[in-house]
């Protein structure tokens, strides 16, 4: 027993290691973990919810997915401070003040504290990625603010990508006055949630950074929101639609469905082309493990992941939607090898299936989905040890759990609501256990729940 305990603990501990390690592009992880900040409030937000700074004006801002990042210059931090902090020169810097001196729309163009954050991100050439962002005003013209992103090779100064159409390491993203930066929003204003667009020329790794700052002045600071895929604003309660660029601006005109695909994992995408999608690889380039990122929301869409070799794979889903199919397949050729896999949905009438299996190595499988008719599908076969930790609420629910092979098998399992039914089956292996909660919401009973556990 003591051993059984702990090699869950081991386990359990490596596929949370995993989990912390992804690369977090959109906070979901509730934490800046992969980022760092600076020069003021940069907080995780889950959303603003009715704001109002002046105007008659009351805000929503929320987030995709559950989590948000928010920069709100409040320190001592400069705006030199924060622009070299990203990563740009002394050249760079009073280019983009002499921009916003000749824009400055009536205002003092002068900038003084900010706030930023960043992270390393490792991009391909002939690739186009993106980012949303919202700014948001809490000051009235002609006290102009506004914000930028910045995109920095790690060793070559010289490279110098595309953003926004523009060649050049940065991009002025939302102002306060009209006729600054790439969008302006007038007094007390939002630019809706945007996309900065950005490819670089040559393959490598990057550093990606936000800003946003205060002109002329430290009070009324103005907030600049970022997240991975668009979420929404409303003002006064009514949806709000991001405001377009200001003219002349070479800044995206059409919101489309964002990529930031890092790396060079196998993995089959399909989506209804009417949603917004997106695909995230990353690759540790030291170890070569295969880490994949998918973020669907929307309804009717398919996504399929395949990874295979010698290496440890690692696999990560997010769904928000209905009627929409997961499909995760693992393998491994080595005795080392580690499969993980992560899929959070949420939504009715969804299929998730994920299958692990290789020849020695341990497996783990997290699942979380929520809301009513969705089937859920765990098949963990062959040597290694099996972990499967599922927890599925709502009505109408069928889960099916396999675990096979010549080591040890543990799964825990929570379902909470009505006509859940359970198939649990423990084949062969040193050790056989599991852990069931069930809180059936039907006065008349649920669907059985069945156990079997043998060689």
Wanted: contains cysteine.
């Amino acid at each position: 027993m003591k051993r059984w305990l702990a090699w869950v603990t081991l386990i359990i501990l490596l596929m949370w290691a995993y989990r912390a390690s992804a690369q977090n592009i959109g906070f979901e992880d509730g934490n800046l973990s992969n980022w760092t900040a600076g020069g003021g409030d940069v907080s995780i937000s889950t959303g603003v919810n009715n704001v109002t700074y002046g105007g008659g004006k009351t805000w929503t801002v929320t987030p995709y997915g559950s989590r948000m990042a928010m920069l709100y210059p409040s320190g001592s931090v400069t705006f030199d401070g924060a622009v070299s902090s990203l990563g740009l020169n002394s050249t760079e810097n009073s280019a983009i003040r002499q921009f916003m001196t000749n824009n400055a729309g009536g205002g003092n163009p002068t900038p003084t504290n900010a706030t930023w954050i960043k992270r390393t991100v490792t991009l391909e050439a002939g690739k186009t990625y993106s980012f949303a962002w919202n700014y948001l005003s809490t000051d009235y013209t002609p006290f102009n603010d506004g914000s930028m992103m910045t995109l920095v090779h790690t060793t070559l100064g010289s490279v110098t990508p595309t953003l926004n159409n523009s060649q050049q390491r940065y991009a002025l993203l939302g102002f306060t006055n009209p006729g600054t930066g790439n969008y302006s929003t007038d007094s007390y204003g939002s630019t809706g949630w945007q996309l900065a667009t950005f490819s670089v020329p040559v393959t490598g790794e990057y550093v990606l950074g936000f800003a946003t700052f205060n002109l002329g002045d430290t009070i009324l600071s103005p907030q600049l929101f970022i997240d991975e895929i668009q979420g929404t604003t409303a003002l006064n309660g009514q949806p709000f639609n991001p405001i377009p660029p200001n003219p002349g601006s070479t800044a995206p005109t059409t919101p489309t469905a964002p990529s930031l695909c890092c790396g060079g994992s196998s993995a089959a995408f399909s989506a209804n082309p009417t949603n917004a999608a997106k695909i995230n690889t990353f690759t540790n380039r030291v170890t070569q493990d295969s880490k994949v990122y998918v973020e669907q929301i929307g309804n009717m869409n398919t996504i399929t992941l395949n990874q295979s070799g010698t290496r440890n794979n690692y696999a990560r889903s997010y769904g928000n939607g209905h009627s929409n199919t997961v499909n995760i397949d693992q393998t491994g050729t080595s005795s080392t090898v580690v499969n993980y896999a992560d899929v959070q949905v949420i939504g009715n009438n969804n299929s998730v299936s994920i299958t692990q299996q290789s020849t020695g190595g341990s497996k783990g499988a997290f699942v979380n989905v929520q809301n009513n008719n969705n089937i859920i599908s765990v098949e963990q076969k062959e040597s290694g040890n099996h972990y499967a930790e599922i927890t599925v609420s709502g009505g109408n629910k069928n889960v099916s759990v396999l675990q096979q092979g010549s080591a040890g098998h543990m799964a825990s399992i929570t379902l909470t609501g009505a006509a859940t039914g359970l198939n649990l089956e423990q084949v062969g292996g040193t050790q056989q256990f599991y852990s069931i909660t069930h809180n059936c919401a039907t006065a008349g009973g649920c669907a059985p729940i069945q156990v079997k556990q043998g060689q």
